[in-house]
């Protein structure tokens, strides 16, 4: 049959790890192996060795120019075609996928969580920010609520936010979800994190004064994780927001009925706490530039700047009145500005979370009629599960495999006109591309239309180049290649993306720029979360038949009856948290017994 590296096709998802996959090839060829030539006999054994180092974390830096060394040995020296055949599999996954190679052997990491030595639970290794949720469940089972918001903070500062907003990427390899349902991580951690709601928190400092400046621009959540790490290691931070209020996207963006504001500028103020200073309505290229700030002494500049301008559609009659993009709907909103929408027929564009936060404001604005436009099929929507549930819930239809090719009406939007569409092959997203259907146009009236097809970045300093609007470039360490002393992170390098995954380059970028103003090293430095070895106190076995309970929400009549923003999702009792706590099977701890470690 066909082998990796022979011109066939495996086909795998995210969770195969191609290091363990060429391991197994090479384990498979090296057992058929005669052994009467040496380069098969004695280079198949010493690469499987290496590749058996590299899945355990003990890999080391040589080890990736070991096996190119070792394979072309086989490749020239063996006498027949399996030895030479041999490296292919383990030749095309370094080609292809070097970068696993090097996660594996630098970072001790998994990407694909499937290497057993490396993984101490899938729901660690799932969560961007790398939380110890086995050990914050372990703890809020046993009532220890204030230790297990403690472990939740050393990754990620914002478990009441990520408690309400979080897609909750660990439920989705929850080990429970192979059984039943997978443990409600998100619920535990919002009744947690709300149970000291009221009570100011402030981080602990990790190293002395340093009176060094560093300089953040955009107080979302990436740009205030990072602040606060490097503040936590004695770094004077000043963070430069350009809207009135700091939180970026957290604040701007998501409605009040998913993330209510007081929970929200709670902890926003948790960082200041920690010494950080936020000056709101400060734009960079309008009220400073990167020159002036390196001119104030900041030794260090990262650019949290997020995507808050609203992409095109790109089709004609986009600046007829009535046309509103959903990303400065949203701040309208949450500027205090609301929108007169009242009778009005909405038409929103898009598929993902902005789309959904749109639509589902608007019914709450008082709109007539609120109707979703997706180009795909609603496998392939990006929002979040919930959103698309929920927008559903309140009776927004939503009309799949059509795009917008114009806009009616003279001066103002009369409707926009439609196009089916097919999928068709594979794009880079890993989406199929939709295929306009000639000849099946129609029309579709509305009064306003809302495009919502995703964000980019803006920015204009002279540094910087002027009204750069595509990501920023950079290098492995977050740096700016032509700008010395400058980093960037967040939405601004990796487009839009969700609080957790934001606030994981925030610790990320921290580390760099901490290792470059203490060391003058440029990378090399990994963010690993600390890790927490809980003990079991109860039988899992008592609860092999409990069951995930039901979301606590208000009813659609109820979310609209009002037309306000009132939080729609309901906190658990203290006694259904601590139960639904224990259903988790501690991967943790079979970690621990795989890797001969004592039980805590």
């Known amino acids: ?17 191609l290091v363990e996959v060429a391991k197994y090839f090479l384990k498979f060829a090296s057992d058929e192996s005669c052994g009467k030539c040496p380069p098969c006999r004695i280079g198949s054994t010493r690469m499987l060795e290496i590749l058996e180092r590299i899945t355990a974390g003990q890999g080391q830096p040589e080890d990736v120019d070991r096996i190119r060394h070792l394979a072309k040995g086989m490749q020239r020296g063996s006498l027949c075609a399996l030895g030479q055949l041999t490296p292919s599999p383990v030749l095309s996954v370094l080609h292809h996928f070097e970068e696993e190679f090097w996660a594996h052997i630098i970072e001790g990491r998994c990407p694909a969580a499937g290497c057993q030595m490396l993984v101490r639970a899938p729901c660690v290794s799932a969560c961007p920010a790398g ?29 009441m936010i990520c408690g309400r907003v979080c897609p909750a990427f660990c439920e989705d390899v929850c080990r429970r979800g192979q059984i039943d349902e997978a443990i409600a991580i998100r619920h535990v951690k919002r009744f947690m994190a709300d149970q000291y709601y009221s009570e100011p928190w402030t981080p602990p400092k990790f190293a002395p004064p340093k009176n060094i400046k560093v300089a953040v621009v955009g107080a979302g959540p990436c740009g205030l994780t990072a602040a606060l790490r490097l503040a936590q290691q004695g770094y004077e931070i000043t963070v ?27 902890e926003i103020d948790h960082i200041r706490r920690a010494g950080v200073q936020i000056r709101c309505n400060m734009e960079l290229g309008a009220d400073f530039t990167i020159k002036s700030l390196k001119a104030d002494g900041y030794q260090a500049i990262v650019l949290t700047l997020g995507a808050h301008r609203s992409r095109s559609l790109g089709i004609h009659g986009e ?22 929408l009242s009778g009005k027929r909405v038409v929103v564009i898009g598929g993902g979370d902005t789309a959904m936060d749109a639509a589902r404001s608007a019914l709450r604005l008082g709109a007539k009629e609120v ?31 059509v795009t917008p090719v114009a806009i009616m009406g003279n001066e103002a939007v009369a409707g926009v006109r439609l196009q089916r569409q097919s999928l068709g092959d594979f794009d880079t997203s890993g989406r ?23 964000q980019v970045t803006w920015v204009d300093d002279e540094s910087l180049g002027a009204h750069r609007k595509a990501a920023f470039e950079v290098g492995k360490a977050f740096e700016l290649d032509d700008v010395p002393g400058v980093f960037a992170a967040g939405d601004a390098v990796s487009g839009p993306a969700t609080v957790v ?78 139960d639904e706590c224990k259903r988790c099977l501690r991967c943790d701890l079979e970690w621990l017994e795989r890797i001969g470690e004592p039980m805590p």
Request: glycine share 8%; with cysteine; charged share 25%.
């Open 1 to 17: 049959g066909a082998g990796m590296g022979s011109g066939g096709k495996i086909v795998a998802d995210d969770s195969t790890c």
């Open 131 to 159: 939380v110890d949720a086995p050990a914050y469940l372990a703890l809020v089972a046993q009532g220890r609520y204030a230790e297990a918001l403690a472990v939740h903070r050393e990754s990620n500062p914002f478990a």
């Open 240 to 266: 430069f927001e350009r809207m009135p209020k700091p939180g970026g996207m957290m604040t701007y963006g998501i409605p009040a009925y998913r993330l209510p504001r007081e929970p929200l500028f709670a």
């Open 319 to 340: 600046n007829k009145q009535g046309v509103y993009h959903g990303v400065q709907m949203l701040r309208d909103i949450a500027s205090g500005q609301l929108p007169d």
């Open 371 to 401: 109707e979703i436009v997706y180009r795909r099929t609603e496998h392939e929507m990006p929002a979040i599960r919930e959103e698309v549930k929920g927008a559903k819930e309140e009776g927004i239809p939503i009309h799949f495999l």
């Open 432 to 454: 199929r591309r939709p295929v306009p259907i000639p000849g099946s146009e129609f029309d579709m009236p509305c009064d306003i239309l809302v495009p919502a097809i995703g």
């Open 501 to 578: 995954q934001a606030v994981a380059q925030g610790n990320q970028v921290a580390l760099t720029v901490d290792a470059w103003l203490t060391t003058g090293r440029m990378g090399g430095v990994y963010y690993h979360p600390k890790r927490h070895d809980t003990p079991q106190l109860f039988d899992l076995e008592d609860y092999t038949d409990a069951r995930r309970p039901s979301p606590k929400m208000l009813s659609p009549e109820e979310r609209l009856s009002r037309h306000e923003f009132a939080e729609i999702e309901a906190e658990y009792d203290a006694r259904t948290i601590e």
